[in-house]
């Protein structure tokens, strides 16, 4: 009991049971996984996630919320490394989708279940995730075409371009055969980047 107060206090209580979360979904899926089964695994009482968390639909979404907060920190460290714009702008590309692919692997059979039944908040939630994706990506394409790297006139307009023609290849939009194959979807991001790049590049910034 008493290390069940200690935890409870803990400031990163609310991280620590996404990281619950992230397990359960692994081991049971998102329809078996009881609001009973998280506690137990963060070994607080039930009392103490609703505190946190108002629901199981909730708490499932904000591991979701949690996993793109993640990738966009990860997106911004590339936007800053050492390379030519177009580089960081493919890195980013696959980054997006690849980020995503490795934070659920350990629950792929179980995502289609939980994708069905959150589907209308997790639509909602999604596009409030695209949107901040959208103004990252617009920051460095603007970079690029203030040196001339690309041509684009509305950085939002080509961000969002770009967003939706690798959204096909995020894991949600995969079945669970097609989540099985990390290598040939890494590829055929990369493909994707390179082919879109191609469109964008005045030809002074190949890589």
Same mark, same amino acid.
């Given at each position: 009991?008493?290390?069940?107060?200690?935890?409870?206090?803990?400031?990163?209580?609310?991280?620590?049971?996404?990281?619950?979360?992230?397990?359960?979904?692994?081991?049971?899926?998102?329809?078996?996984?009881?609001? +009973?089964? %998280? *506690?137990?695994?963060?070994?607080?009482?039930?009392?103490? &996630?609703? !505190?946190?968390?108002?629901?199981? /639909? =909730?708490?499932?979404?904000?591991?979701?919320?949690?996993?793109?907060?993640?990738?966009?920190?990860?997106?911004?460290?590339?936007?800053?490394?050492?390379?030519?714009?177009?580089?960081?702008?493919?890195?980013?590309?696959?980054?997006?989708?690849?980020?995503?692919?490795?934070?659920?692997?350990?629950?792929?059979?179980?995502?289609?279940?939980?994708?069905?039944?959150?589907?209308? +908040?997790? %639509? *909602?939630?999604?596009?409030?995730?695209?949107?901040?994706? &959208?103004? !990252?990506?617009?920051?460095?394409? /603007? =970079?690029?075409?203030?040196?001339?790297?690309?041509?684009?006139?509305?950085?939002?307009?080509?961000?969002?371009?770009?967003?939706?023609?690798?959204?096909?290849?995020?894991?949600?939009?995969?079945?669970?055969?097609?989540?099985?194959?990390?290598?040939?979807?890494?590829?055929?991001?990369?493909?994707?980047?390179?082919?879109?790049?191609?469109?964008?590049?005045?030809?002074?910034?190949?890589?």
């Amino acid at each position: 009991m008493g290390q069940m107060r200690q935890i409870a206090r803990r400031e990163d209580i609310s991280d620590l049971i996404l990281d619950g979360v992230d397990a359960l979904l692994g081991r049971y899926g998102y329809r078996k996984m009881t609001m +009973e089964d %998280l *506690a137990a695994e963060v070994g607080i009482g039930k009392g103490t &996630i609703y !505190l946190h968390f108002p629901s199981k /639909e =909730e708490v499932v979404l904000s591991h979701i919320d949690r996993i793109v907060d993640r990738l966009l920190d990860r997106l911004r460290e590339i936007r800053e490394e050492p390379l030519s714009v177009r580089e960081r702008l493919k890195r980013m590309l696959v980054a997006r989708v690849m980020f995503r692919f490795d934070s659920v692997g350990h629950y792929t059979q179980s995502l289609n279940d939980l994708l069905s039944a959150l589907r209308q +908040e997790f %639509l *909602a939630r999604r596009q409030r995730h695209f949107q901040k994706e &959208i103004l !990252l990506f617009a920051e460095i394409l /603007e =970079e690029g075409r203030a040196s001339k790297a690309f041509r684009c006139d509305d950085a939002k307009a080509t961000a969002q371009t770009l967003l939706w023609a690798t959204n096909s290849l995020l894991p949600y939009s995969l079945s669970a055969k097609e989540l099985g194959r990390r290598k040939e979807i890494e590829a055929a991001v990369s493909r994707t980047a390179d082919l879109l790049l191609d469109g964008l590049t005045t030809g002074l910034d190949r890589t």
